[in-house]
């Protein structure tokens, strides 16, 4: 081994970007969604857990901008799509949201929700369709959840989320134009003895257009409240306020408090000419010092303690 030869320094691995596809959606918008889908996973949780009487755990895995043909890549001719929109005027668009959940776990939560345990099939195709009869299931639930979604959005904008139909060979449809941004909002649904996953994908021109009604709203309500400001200093500005001059603060014995007469004299331990301290509210705001203005006792401001 050669000691003279200075060892290689490891490569550093730096992440591709798409300059043909680059992204919509900055890290805060994506961070805003995952806050808003972790709500959403927990109220579902809840939602599942009452109507199966089974326990489960749902979580956000992933919140990944990408193209649609992407997601659409992977759905094959019995997957189910429930479709859904928003019932906002101003916000409706032609591209549909999706709802995709794995077979498995759908079939899992029929079962239990017909008084089964929800133990998976091991001999259950990959090509498995739903029944009739399943689909109706299906769609009763997935209805529900996606009412549930307009809840976890009610701190940024107020929206209400519809089921629409649900598409039983997706690979058969396009919902979305192939090279439509989308965001694909991906959950894990755990039971004891199941797992599976559920899949969102929202469309970027949805999304663009709720993030531009959040500004407007953010906003409206900054222009708001700096008009209140005004008008609150405003009302202010006429209010009474108590302003206590403290001279000085001493002890007494009781004894001594009850035997005072007029003419007795006090020692404050303090010179005549120390600081005077001005309370507001039982707070010190300034000091300064004892005078005379226009014949009647006053107190000249010498310093601020509290910046307004």
Same mark, same amino acid.
């Given at each position: 081994?050669?000691?003279?030869?200075?060892?290689?320094?490891?490569?550093?691995?730096?992440?591709?970007?798409?300059?043909?596809?680059?992204?919509?959606?900055?890290?805060?918008?994506?961070?805003?969604?995952?806050?808003?889908?972790?709500?959403?996973?927990?109220?579902?949780?809840?939602?599942?857990?009452?109507?199966?009487?089974?326990?489960?755990?749902?979580?956000?895995?992933?919140?990944?901008?990408?193209?649609?043909?992407?997601?659409?890549?992977?759905?094959?001719?019995?997957?189910?799509?429930?479709?859904?929109?928003?019932?906002?005027?101003?916000?409706?668009?032609?591209?549909?949201?999706?709802?995709?959940?794995?077979?498995?776990?759908?079939?899992?939560?029929?079962?239990?929700?017909?008084?089964?345990?929800?133990?998976?099939?091991?001999?259950?195709?990959?090509?498995?369709?739903?029944?009739?009869?399943?689909?109706?299931?299906?769609?009763? =639930?997935?209805?529900?959840? =996606?009412?549930?979604?307009?809840?976890?959005?009610?701190?940024?904008?107020?929206?209400?989320?519809?089921?629409?139909?649900?598409?039983?060979?997706?690979?058969?449809?396009?919902?979305?134009?192939?090279?439509?941004?989308?965001?694909?909002?991906?959950?894990?649904?755990?039971?004891?003895?199941?797992?599976?996953?559920?899949?969102?994908?929202?469309?970027?021109?949805?999304?663009?257009? =709720?993030?531009?009604?959040?500004?407007?709203?953010?906003?409206?309500?900054?222009?708001?409240?700096?008009?209140?400001?005004?008008?609150?200093?405003?009302?202010?500005?006429?209010?009474?306020?108590?302003?206590?001059?403290?001279?000085?603060?001493?002890?007494?014995?009781?004894?001594?408090?009850?035997?005072?007469?007029?003419?007795?004299?006090?020692?404050?331990?303090?010179?005549?000419?120390?600081?005077?301290?001005?309370?507001?509210?039982?707070?010190?705001?300034?000091?300064?010092?004892?005078?005379?203005?226009?014949?009647?006792?006053?107190?000249?401001?010498?310093?601020?303690?509290?910046?307004?």
């Amino acid at each position: 081994m050669n000691l003279d030869t200075p060892a290689k320094e490891p490569e550093k691995k730096y992440k591709k970007y798409d300059f043909y596809s680059p992204r919509k959606f900055t890290k805060e918008r994506i961070k805003m969604l995952n806050s808003i889908f972790e709500g959403y996973a927990r109220v579902i949780n809840s939602r599942i857990n009452a109507r199966l009487h089974a326990t489960c755990e749902i979580q956000v895995e992933s919140i990944e901008e990408q193209r649609y043909y992407e997601f659409s890549n992977a759905l094959t001719e019995s997957d189910v799509l429930a479709l859904a929109k928003i019932d906002m005027e101003k916000l409706q668009e032609e591209n549909p949201i999706l709802v995709h959940m794995d077979t498995a776990i759908v079939l899992t939560m029929l079962d239990r929700l017909m008084g089964g345990e929800g133990a998976p099939d091991p001999n259950l195709p990959s090509e498995y369709k739903l029944t009739d009869l399943e689909l109706n299931m299906y769609e009763d =639930i997935i209805r529900d959840l =996606i009412a549930l979604m307009g809840g976890s959005w009610e701190n940024y904008i107020t929206l209400q989320f519809e089921y629409v139909r649900t598409e039983v060979n997706p690979t058969l449809v396009q919902l979305i134009g192939f090279e439509e941004t989308v965001v694909l909002v991906g959950m894990t649904i755990k039971f004891p003895n199941c797992s599976g996953r559920m899949n969102l994908c929202l469309p970027g021109v949805m999304l663009t257009n =709720i993030f531009s009604e959040i500004s407007k709203i953010t906003t409206r309500h900054a222009s708001a409240s700096e008009d209140k400001s005004d008008e609150i200093f405003g009302s202010l500005r006429e209010s009474d306020l108590e302003i206590v001059a403290e001279l000085a603060r001493t002890r007494l014995l009781l004894s001594d408090l009850y035997h005072l007469n007029v003419g007795d004299v006090v020692d404050i331990s303090r010179p005549k000419d120390a600081l005077v301290y001005l309370n507001i509210g039982g707070r010190r705001w300034f000091d300064g010092r004892m005078g005379i203005y226009n014949k009647q006792m006053a107190v000249k401001i010498n310093e601020t303690y509290i910046k307004t």
